[in-house]
């Protein structure tokens, strides 16, 4: 079963008669390209479509969900559960004025993203899984550090958002290719393939890999029986590409070129989610504290938002058509 699918049947631990939470994260390695702005819009679309949903500033150091939703800081915050002061996300998480939305905030100066330890980070996965409301957005930081990828390898679906810019492609495809890279080591840990993985892996190797997919590759060869376990672990890594801040056709066209640049360099899955606008409208909002979907809620923007939360709500319907 693909990792993607909402099902009822997935191990939950809230137990076997709730369904399932759909963890959506929305990462990209870049700052300022809108992953905030993506997390609150989509995360508002879904309660437009009647589902409550809870949205978590993940990006510890730099958190500032708050004011693209135009909220208060919450009296509890992430800190508070990473202290042990709380001991689940439902005690952290506050309500909004928007119905359906509930906020966890990662507001504090003095908490990094790298100031949390493996513990904590595993009480975080689990604890995002016991979150009350059926849906949960991720909004990561930028960059590509271990703790962001885990939050994003966590996820039911991995959002990369992207802009039509040199250096936003740059950091997405170096994301991409690290948290695959990151799922490799995860699953040759747990299947015992390390040294044969740091060998291939070594820079002054002769073997000629240079992606994923010619690591995967070069394990089959010399294990096929580890090789098949390896890509039964690793098959499920699908990534969902975000064009953001679009002001061309030819920007359009972007989305279909890095999904093939994806499978033939770097072996790596990608659907192509969809793309929105670059629309003044979204600073605007920002400066008067309102999320645009409540602002705007008939812009062809905000269309696009619902199309694309559509899409990640039925991934299948989505490969078929792009
Ligand atoms: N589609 C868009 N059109 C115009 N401006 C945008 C768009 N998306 C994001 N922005 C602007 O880009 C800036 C960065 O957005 P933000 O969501 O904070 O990025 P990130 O979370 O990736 O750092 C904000 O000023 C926002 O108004
Ligand atoms: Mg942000």
Redesign the pocket.
């Known amino acids: 079963m693909n990792d993607n699918t909402p099902s009822p049947f997935k191990l939950n631990p809230k137990g076997p008669a709730t369904l399932p939470t759909n963890v959506w994260a929305i990462g990209?390695g870049?700052?300022?390209?809108?992953?905030?702005?993506?997390s609150s819009s989509l995360a508002i679309c879904l309660t437009k479509m009647g589902k409550s949903v809870t949205l978590i500033d993940l990006?510890l150091g730099s958190a500032?969900l708050h004011t693209?939703l135009g909220v208060k800081i919450p009296p509890q915050t992430l800190s508070d559960f990473i202290s042990g002061r709380a001991q689940s996300l439902n005690q952290v998480s506050a309500p909004t004025e928007i119905p359906g939305l509930q906020f966890i905030s990662g507001f504090n100066d003095a908490l990094n993203i790298a100031d949390i330890d493996r513990d904590n980070k595993a009480r975080l996965i689990h604890g995002i899984r016991q979150i009350q409301t059926p849906y949960v957005i991720l909004?990561l930081g930028?960059g590509t550090s271990e703790n962001t990828l885990d939050f994003f390898l966590s996820a039911d679906q991995k959002v990369v958002?992207v802009t039509p810019e040199p250096t936003s492609i740059e950091n997405a495809y170096r994301f991409m290719k690290s948290s695959f890279y990151r799922k490799l080591r995860l699953a040759e840990s747990e299947l015992g393939l390390q040294s044969l993985i740091e060998s291939a892996m070594d820079s002054r190797n002769q073997l000629g890999i240079r992606s994923p997919a010619d690591l995967v590759r070069y394990v089959s060869q010399h294990n096929p029986e580890a090789g098949q376990r390896f890509q039964e672990r690793i098959g499920d890594f699908q990534l969902q590409l975000l064009l953001?801040?679009v002001r061309t056709r030819q920007d359009i066209e972007l989305g279909h070129s890095m999904k093939s640049v994806c499978r033939k360099y770097f072996g790596i899955d990608a659907n192509y989610l969809g793309y929105?606008?670059?629309?003044?409208a979204?600073?605007q909002s920002?400066r008067k504290r309102r999320p645009l979907v409540i602002e705007y809620p008939y812009s062809s923007?905000v269309g696009q938002f619902l199309q694309i939360t559509k899409n990640l709500l039925n991934p299948q319907a989505l490969r078929a058509v792009i």
Do not use: C, E, T
């Open positions: 990209g870049k700052g300022g390209i809108g992953k905030s702005f993506i990006d500032n693209v909004d930028a958002a953001n801040q929105i606008d670059h629309d003044n979204v600073w920002l923007i």
